[in-house]
Each structure stands twice: as C-alpha cells, then as structure tokens.
C-alpha cells in the first residue's frame, strides 16, 4: 500500500497519520510520481537493508523478513502499475516518463496477475511433490 500513498483514494492516505503526509507527496509529485519510482524504491530497500545491521539474534530475524515482505510488496505494486496503460515513472527524479510494458486497463491486470500466480503455485507444488 505504501507506493499508493499519492492517492488520495488509497487505505494508507485515509489513515489520520498518513493523511497530512499523503496530501503533501500528492502535492509535490502527483499519483504515481516519486513512490512509483524504481530508483527510489530501490533506494528505500538499499537504507533498510542497512539499518538492519543494528538489529542481532531474534530482532534481526524479525526485521529481515519485515524487509523481505515490504520489498516484495512495493516491488510486486510497481510491477502491476507498470502493466497498465497508466504506467510508472522508472527513472523518476532523473526522467519524469512514464514507462509501461503492457496496456491493462482497470482490473484487467490483477485479474491476469492472479492466474499467473496460482498456475506458478501448482507448478512449484508439482516440482516439491515430485
């Protein structure tokens, strides 16, 4: 949810903390501008990677997987954004273009997303249970 922060639609900008912080990203950078970057988004796994080296034993482990999770979130957000016609600003602060491989309108792509998902889920069940 944290890429959609610049939307004022989106769960996270509805939330009394996130609001004022929402309204002043979707201000600067409009939807889908700076959060949607790949640069970034990069940029913000890279720092939380290296904040982790704070953490030892069952803390480290905790906010390992907490980044495993928020990387595979933000960057599996920017994959589907970048599979509509809308597309999503990659190089975004050194190119404002938006960039997209597909024209998906809608809901079209969660739809395809999802099918993908659960044929790639039997597919590795297959190979564990062979």
Same mark, same amino acid.
């Given at each position: 949810?944290?890429?959609? /922060?610049?939307? !004022?639609?989106?769960?996270?900008?509805?939330?009394? =903390?996130?609001?004022?912080?929402?309204?002043? *990203?979707?201000?600067?950078?409009?939807?889908?501008?700076?959060?949607?970057?790949?640069?970034l988004s990069l940029l913000t796994?890279?720092?939380?990677?290296?904040?982790?080296?704070?953490?030892?034993?069952?803390?480290?482990?905790?906010?390992?997987?907490?980044? /495993?999770?928020? !990387?595979?979130g933000y960057l599996s957000h920017?994959? =589907?954004?970048?599979?509509?016609?809308?597309? *999503?600003?990659?190089?975004?602060?050194?190119?404002?273009?938006?960039?997209?491989?597909?024209?998906?309108?809608?809901?079209?792509?969660?739809?395809?997303?999802?099918?993908?998902?659960?044929?790639?889920?039997?597919?590795?069940?297959?190979?564990?249970?062979?």
């Amino acid at each position: 949810v944290l890429p959609d /922060i610049d939307s !004022a639609t989106s769960k996270i900008s509805k939330k009394p =903390l996130f609001k004022p912080l929402s309204k002043a *990203i979707r201000k600067r950078f409009g939807h889908r501008g700076a959060t949607h970057s790949l640069i970034l988004s990069l940029l913000t796994l890279s720092l939380l990677i290296c904040s982790s080296y704070m953490f030892r034993g069952v803390a480290f482990f905790v906010y390992s997987n907490f980044i /495993i999770g928020f !990387a595979c979130g933000y960057l599996s957000h920017l994959f =589907l954004d970048f599979i509509t016609i809308e597309g *999503i600003p990659l190089f975004y602060p050194f190119y404002n273009k938006k960039y997209h491989i597909a024209k998906f309108k809608g809901s079209e792509h969660e739809t395809i997303v999802t099918a993908l998902c659960l044929v790639l889920t039997g597919f590795c069940i297959y190979l564990k249970v062979r």
